[in-house]
């Protein structure tokens, strides 16, 4: 079955980069568009943007765009998120998801953690 | 991109229907059948409940059903249950500022 499943919690100081990671398995992964999610603690879900995999292609909402920056390695089915210049408003679960077509999401990644303090 | 419009919170008994309104703009909601629901308990990722407004994935119950009315989309659950409990989040395909996805703010159900 498809599953993503993302690296491990994260604690930055303002000012730094962080990069997640997402390793897709269960189907091919360029055959699916990554899509990044993020939720601040006790808030909605808010969506950062996607990458082709298989063209490398990006997408970023505009909110993000300049200081997200979406790759992927396809010889080990991975995506990546990076957040340069973090703010403590950054702080969130970042999810991977992919899915189909029409930008509904299935399956999710279990999120991870980013914390941002000084 | 502003967030689609969900009601804060929604509650009811054992067995009722409920509907939880997404309201959007021409640009997202009104202007694309790619409407999404999304159910999420605490301190788990999000799970797909419909797809392209009225869609159910394989092994979503059929208590849960999806439509859309002009720039609003509903989600309605039937025959309540206390394992509905949980935040549900509408997402859309939009075409405001980014060619992407929106979501709403999200809406708690309580089942009293």
């Known amino acids: 079955q498809m599953q993503l499943v993302q690296s491990g919690a994260e604690v930055k100081k303002p000012g730094a980069s962080v990069k997640v990671s997402c390793k897709a398995s269960?189907?091919?992964?360029?055959?699916?568009?990554m899509h990044w999610v993020r939720q601040a603690p006790g808030q909605g879900l808010e969506w950062l943007g996607w990458?082709?995999?298989?063209?490398?292609?990006?997408n970023y909402a505009q909110k993000f765009q300049g200081r997200v920056t979406m790759t992927r390695d396809t010889s080990i089915t991975t995506a990546y998120m990076e957040v340069s210049r973090l703010r403590s408003d950054d702080t969130a679960v970042y999810y991977c998801?992919?899915?189909?077509?029409?930008?509904?999401?299935?399956?999710w990644g279990q999120g991870s953690l980013v914390t941002v303090s000084s | 991109q502003s967030a689609l419009t969900q009601p804060a919170s929604v509650s009811g008994s054992p067995g009722q229907s409920i509907t939880i309104s997404c309201t959007g703009t021409s640009s997202d909601v009104g202007g694309y059948k790619y409407v999404s629901w999304y159910q999420q308990r605490p301190g788990k990722a999000p799970k797909l409940m419909i797809y392209d407004v009225s869609n159910r994935p394989s092994g979503v119950s059929n208590r849960f059903s999806g439509s859309k009315s002009g720039n609003t989309a509903s989600l309605t659950i039937s025959g309540l249950q206390a394992e509905d409990e949980a935040d549900y989040y509408c997402?859309?395909?939009?075409?405001?500022?980014?060619?992407?996805?929106?979501f709403g703010g999200g809406t708690k159900l309580t089942v009293l």
């Open positions: 998801a992919t899915g189909g077509t029409t930008y509904w999401f299935d399956p």
């Open positions: 269960g189907y091919t992964f360029i055959d699916y568009y």
């Open positions: 990458i082709n995999p298989n063209t490398g292609g990006t």
């Open positions: 997402s859309s395909y939009t075409t405001s500022s980014t060619l992407g996805v929106v």
